[in-house]
């Protein structure tokens, strides 16, 4: 593989202007694409097949005007005054006629009427039931329900809303996201010692960035995907494409250090040898993401071929943009004879740790397994209005709900049940029936009375729970509530249980039954591609070991933050609620692509040298010494970069912001950085053997350079590109 790359890479050095005009030609039409014939991104984490997703289908069906998206309106009278009084009342009517009058309205309930007010008379809400589904409101409806509110504000009553028509859009891009590019600058300045060299990684990413995130939202016109799948390929594709052309651009930069190296066949060899691991790891990370696909969850197999499609993107760029980049640059990447020499500190720190290897693995290892403890508690769900910022008019809805109604009001159920096989003159006996059961359960607080469609086939049951959304109890509750099933098919009818609060339950629950399967063809696959890359059983396994305590201390540290609520202040985190259900397979799938990026890139420099020596010890300290600082650079900018969305308001974000980032930062530094080190000194030579039989049929990858051809003198390599009619690095 590297003596392809190498001569891939002179092309792309000597056809430097057709590789540049290429790229801009393909972000020109792919922006264009994006920005003009986008679709409709959702906001709805929907599976089929799932109890709750069975009855919404059949709702839309069957009782159609039961489906549509509900805006909730709540209104909360000054303290002291009641919604009952007169002028508040004749405001609360205005402003429910208008709401009426709304585009795609079918129907709006009176708080008067329905006895939706509290009892105290200060808190009630109005129902508006639009004909359209949740994700298919328009926001020019949402806008004018709104405004249909000014009558009620005018007269001092506070206006509100929550309901499933009322989900905040996901919106990145704010100071947190630009401090977190911002740093990612910085530290590549630190690390390269050149603002100049600093500004092309950064430049590079962003025009693959760009052409993944438009060609998402180009995609988004005929597949359907949350807006969780743009955000993450942004997230991840700005994240490794800034990593993979710091790597080509370190290599490159220390090539140069020597005064007789020449830059093209310096630039060829960059992308021979870090540009072959950037393929490597490149890989890992596309296989891993499109590996979430096993799931069996569409929402989520769309997200990690949106994040893949990125992260390819990346790899491209960085083995044909880069080197073309690189190119035009000419001599001024050459280090300055001043500047220190590359791995003086990560050469004493390698020294350190495979000086006491034992103590340095017992310590790492019982500190990420302390990391760890909490996630035994890890409890999965989908975040609710709760979990909003404290600001939002989603937050103030649910607080003013529960005030007024008791906060299992928030988590209300639906019962819905398919009546259409059970004899019409049973069907009321057996709802009844249904709703003395349902009502019976300790954890109900109230059960309302059946609604049926027009032909009687379908009926709807509102359940409210006592405990909230996010609580234990109510998981506990619809699982109960489930049991009575059996008494409805005996009938010959059909119960089903769902609503908002069933279908997060559902959703963590079948991503629950897919996390073993995904981690065992996570590590399964880890051992396949290092045995292959670096001809090695002990590698790999060491490699698998590692990514495995990388997870469990930042799921550990995720429920530590997320679910049991330290540091809420510090991180802006308005609630404290179950994990996302889809973070632990996300977090797999994308921590262990970038795992063995590091691992791959830190032990290919470690086998380069051995290979060239035939020393296990010195490998490990020059393989430490030599990629140190780029690994090191390189997982502060994933930090950055992941960093900067915790303080993203949309909290599924802040959370896949804040696992990734305590994930990558705990990977590099404590795993791959000293445990990794440590580990190999103990095992010494073995770490590079394979079995005989296993020898003959791994392939040979040569990711690390060895068979590339010597290296000609500057004036040879300038002889030869005259001889060729080569345009030589002008």
Known sequence: MASRLYTWGRWAVRRRGRVLAVWLLLLGVVGGLGITLHGKVSTEFSVPGIESQQAQDLLQEKFPTAAGGVARVVFAAPEGDRLTGSEAKAALTGSLKKAAAVPGVLNVSDPARTGTVSQDSRIGYADVLFRESADNVPE???????????????????????????????????????????????????????????????LTAVVGVAIGVLGVQFVSRFVEMTSTATVLA????????????????????????????????????????????????????????????????????????????????????????????????????????????????????????TGKPVIVLLVGVVGLLALALPARDLRLGLPGYASQPVESTQHKSYDLLSEGFGVGFNATVTAVVDTSGIPAAERTETLTRLRTSLAADSGVAAVAKPVTNPDSSLAVVAVVPKTGPDAQATTDLVHRLRENAPGVDKAGGTLYIAGATAAAIDVAGKLSDALPLFIAIIVIL????????????????????????????????????????????????????????????????????????????????????????????????????????????????????????????????????????????????????????????????????LPG??????????????KLPQRAPAGQEDEHREAVGAPGSR
């Open 140 to 202: 020019t409806s949402k806008t004018a329900l709104d405004d249909a509110m000014e009558q009620a504000r005018d007269a001092g009553l506070d206006v509100e809303f929550g309901g499933s028509a009322m989900q905040p859009k996901t919106e990145v891009g704010g100071p947190a996201e630009i401090v977190g590019v911002v740093i990612a600058f910085a530290v590549l300045a630190l690390a390269l010692g050149s603002l100049i060299a600093a500004g092309l990684p950064l």
């Open 234 to 353: 942004l997230m991840i594709g700005l994240a490794v494409g800034i990593d993979y052309a710091l790597f080509i651009l370190s290599r490159h930069r220390e090539q140069l250090a020597d005064p007789d190296m020449d830059v093209e066949d310096s630039i060829a060899r960059a992308v021979a040898t870090a540009g072959g691991a950037v393929v490597f790891a490149g890989a890992t990370v596309i296989i891993a993401l499109a590996a979430l696909a096993v799931t069996g969850i569409p929402f989520l197999t769309i997200m990690g071929l949106a994040a893949a499609v990125t992260v390819l993107l990346a790899v491209l760029i960085a083995i044909s943009l880069v080197p073309a980049v690189l190119g035009m640059f000419g001599e001024r990447p050459r280090p300055r004879r001043s500047e220190r020499a590359p791995g003086s500190w990560a050469l004493g720190w390698a020294r350190l740790v």
């Open 693 to 706: 039989w296993l020898d003959r049929i791994t392939p040979d990858v040569d990711i690390e350079g060895a």
């Open 526 to 689: 880890a051992l396949i591609l290092l045995t292959i890359a670096f001809r090695s059983l002990l590698v790999p396994v060491k490699a698998a070991l590692g990514f495995l305590l990388s997870v469990a201390a930042s799921l550990g540290a995720t429920v530590w933050v997320f679910q049991n609520g330290h540091l809420n202040g510090v991180l802006d985190i308005p609630s404290a609620g179950p994990v996302t259900s889809f973070l632990p397979v996300l977090l797999i799938g994308v921590l262990f692509g970038l795992a063995m990026d590091y691992e791959v890139f830190l032990v290919s420099r470690m086998r380069e040298h051995y290979e060239r020596t035939g020393s296990a010890s010195e490998a490990i300290v020059h393989g430490v010494a030599r990629s140190g600082r780029v690994v090191s650079a390189a997982a502060l900018i994933m930090v950055a970069v992941f960093g900067g969305f915790v303080f993203n308001h949309d909290p599924i974000i802040k959370s896949i912001g804040f696992a990734l980032s305590f994930g990558v930062l705990v990977d590099a530094f404590v795993v791959r950085m000293t445990l990794v080190p440590a580990t190999m000194a103990l095992i010494g030579r073995r770490a590079w053997g």
